[in-house]
């Protein structure tokens, strides 16, 4: 999941549009996840699948544009066919491990998670001592935490003081109660201050889905997704989601 972007007509299954509150204010980001989870327990939908127009930045600093196609089960499932389904590659995020199948060859496992999965999707469906364990394995300080203004609407900043804009954080949406935005500092390799955001909030099933996503870094654009062909609570066979099963077609 992470110029011009490739139009789609979105189609979502919307069982009913969420209901929202606007949230009191937690006095972490430890409860702000159970206020997240409690709020969509057993109403989150638990599969996902849809089309994604990619752009992304090259190692030759250049931009290309691909198709992508997306499957999630939930919690902790995420698959991406690129060019086509059963495309390639494919990467296959399952069991807080990244795995991979380029050509015939399938790549060694490799660990590592995937923080929008998590914050994006997981958090409504899993229980809620897992995905609190996981936030803070990936780098956030749960204890840190303030109200702000984004795009007009009141958020939670998860991980940073007032004023701080380069630490690791999140930032929630107070009323939906959806993520919104993550920021984090550079590391060897990835120069430059990430800044992901969710965008275009949509009703789906009986959660919600952001149809656009923007990864910049340093303040230049590095992927933008947009997501068409949305289908939610859709069968979606054991095997595309098993990573021993990647080298099948």
């Not at 059963?86 to 199948?101: M, Q, T, V, Y």
């Amino acid at each position: 999941m992470r110029a011009s972007i490739l139009a789609g007509t979105l189609s979502l299954l919307i069982v009913a549009t969420p209901s929202v509150t606007p949230a009191q204010k937690p006095p972490d980001g430890a409860e702000l996840v159970r206020l997240m989870h409690d709020r969509y327990v057993a109403k989150w939908y638990t599969t996902l699948t849809f089309t994604q127009a990619t752009q992304r930045r090259t190692a030759a600093d250049t931009m290309v544009h691909e198709t992508w196609y997306e499957s999630m089960k939930l919690p902790g499932r995420l698959r991406i066919d690129v060019g086509a389904p059963d495309g390639d590659p494919i990467i296959l995020f399952a069991r807080d491990s990244i795995f991979a199948r380029s050509g015939s060859h399938t790549r060694p496992a490799r660990a590592g998670r995937n923080p929008l999965l998590l914050l994006g999707f997981d958090v409504y469906t899993q229980a809620i001592e897992r995905s609190v364990s996981a936030l803070r394995e990936e780098g956030f300080d749960l204890s840190k935490m303030h109200e702000g203004t984004w795009q007009g609407r009141r958020v939670f900043v998860v991980g940073a003081a007032v004023g701080d804009t380069t630490s690791k954080q999140f930032w929630i949406d107070a009323e939906r109660l959806v993520f919104v935005r993550m920021m984090a500092p550079e590391t060897p390799g990835r120069p430059g201050l990430e800044d992901v955001r969710f965008d275009r909030y949509q009703p789906a099933g009986g959660g919600w889905l952001a149809t656009l996503v923007t990864d910049t870094r340093g303040g230049k654009l590095m992927q933008s997704e947009e997501y068409s062909n949305v289908r939610v609570n859709v069968p979606i066979p054991e095997s595309r989601m098993d990573p021993s099963r990647l080298d099948q077609p």
